[in-house]
Nanobody, 117 residues
Framework: QVQLVESGGGLVQPGGSLRLSCVASGSIFSIYAMGWYRQAPGKQRELIARLTSGGSVNYADSVKGRFTISRDNAKNTVYLQMNSLKPEDTAVYYC???????????WGQGTQVTVSS
């Protein structure tokens, strides 16, 4: 089965940067899309950024211009470069993989990002 392993979270000061990584492993025949979501305390999980195999990209309005999603297909890895971080970016960040349009997505375990001075 597919497993997602995330890394790169931690504590950073406002205005700082972090780069999250997510490696997908297991029996993967194809990848329709990979993306990043986040969930802050007391709030719903929300889409941050998403890449499809066709090359389309979606960003939440709150992170446009600050976050960049990218992938390395040979390594089945997706990255999230986060710049100009704000305290409101504090959340648990989750990796997401969708093997095809009709399949339910797979989720990583989540990694904590805390932005504070």
């Amino acid at each position: 089965q597919v497993q997602l392993v995330e890394s790169g979270g931690g504590l950073v000061q406002p205005g700082g940067s972090l780069r999250l990584s997510c490696v997908a492993s297991g029996s993967i025949f194809s990848i329709y899309a990979m993306g990043w979501y986040r969930q802050a305390p007391g709030k719903q999980r929300e889409l941050i950024a998403r890449l499809t195999s066709g090359g389309s990209v979606n960003y939440a309005d709150s992170v446009k211009g600050r976050f960049t999603i990218s992938r390395d297909n040979a390594k089945n890895t997706v990255y999230l470069q986060m710049n100009s971080l704000k305290p409101e970016d504090t959340a648990v960040y989750y990796c997401n993989l969708k093997e095809s349009f009709n399949k339910a997505p797979k989720w990583g375990q989540g990694t904590q990002v805390t932005v504070s001075s």
